[in-house]
């Protein structure tokens, strides 16, 4: 069965800083890989989404991720962290896609909080 | 385009009662997914229909919870009785995947956030 993994629960980084959230997936083959964005009282937003070719993947607002297999990761990375991006980020995994299906498996989530 | 229309966005009711939540899909999309997230949990896969037709409900909890999607539009997902441990944010979500269309992404509502007391 597929799982996936999100260490952090809450993440507080300061404004203009760095940020990496962590995922790690478990599936028996080669995975569709997404990162979510919920921000307060809105549904989930897709930031990006790796189904194959370069491992490098980059999304809106200004997020990239990088699909390691050797890992099992898909970490989400945004060099420069602005207020607004405060929300809570989900990483899920989804099977192969044929004739329809986004059935996807998601982490529990990371609460980011960004202080001024 | 509007998106994804859920309603009631909060419901409270008591244990034993039934509540039915409304989502109403992006306009055009055939694929219609229910997907719920217990507090402190991962949100959770329940059903997706195709059109009309239920495709995969192999997420669904229980026999006290019934999706319709009469005429392939909008959705309900009925629950009855309610208990304490339904309580949570169910979310819908639409998209236009289909062969050849595999990287259509999901578009998601809201949010219904339902508490059972």
């Known amino acids: 069965a597929q799982s996936v993994t999100q260490p952090d629960i809450h993440i507080t980084v300061s404004e203009g800083a760095s940020l990496e959230l962590r995922c790690n997936y478990s599936y028996g083959a080669t995975p569709y890989l997404f990162w979510y964005v919920q921000s307060p009282g809105q549904g989930l937003q897709l930031l990006l989404k790796?189904?194959?070719?370069?491992?490098l993947v980059q999304g809106i607002k200004g997020f990239e991720a990088e699909f390691k297999r050797s890992q099992s990761s898909f970490n989400l990375r945004k060099p420069s962290v602005h207020w607004s991006d405060a929300a809570e980020y989900f990483c899920a995994v989804g099977g192969r896609i044929t004739g329809g299906g986004n059935k996807l498996t998601f982490g529990t989530g990371t609460q980011l909080k960004v202080e001024l | 385009e509007a998106g994804v229309t859920q309603f009631p966005s909060h419901s409270v009711i008591e244990k034993g009662q039934t509540v039915t939540l409304r989502c109403d899909p992006i306009s055009g999309h055939d694929n219609l997914y229910w997907y719920r997230r217990v507090m402190g949990k991962e949100i959770k896969f329940l059903l997706h229909f195709v059109k009309e037709s239920k495709q995969d409900e192999s997420g669904m909890p229980n026999n006290r919870f019934l999706a319709e999607r009469t005429g392939g539009t909008y959705s309900t997902l009925k629950v009855q009785p309610a208990e304490l441990e339904d309580s949570g944010v169910y979310f819908c979500?639409?998209?236009?995947?289909?062969?050849?269309?595999?990287?259509?992404?999901?578009?998601f509502g809201n949010g219904t956030r339902l508490t059972v007391t």
């Open positions: 979500a639409s998209s236009q995947e289909g062969r050849g269309r595999r990287d259509s992404p999901l578009h």
């Open positions: 790796y189904f194959s070719g370069d491992t």
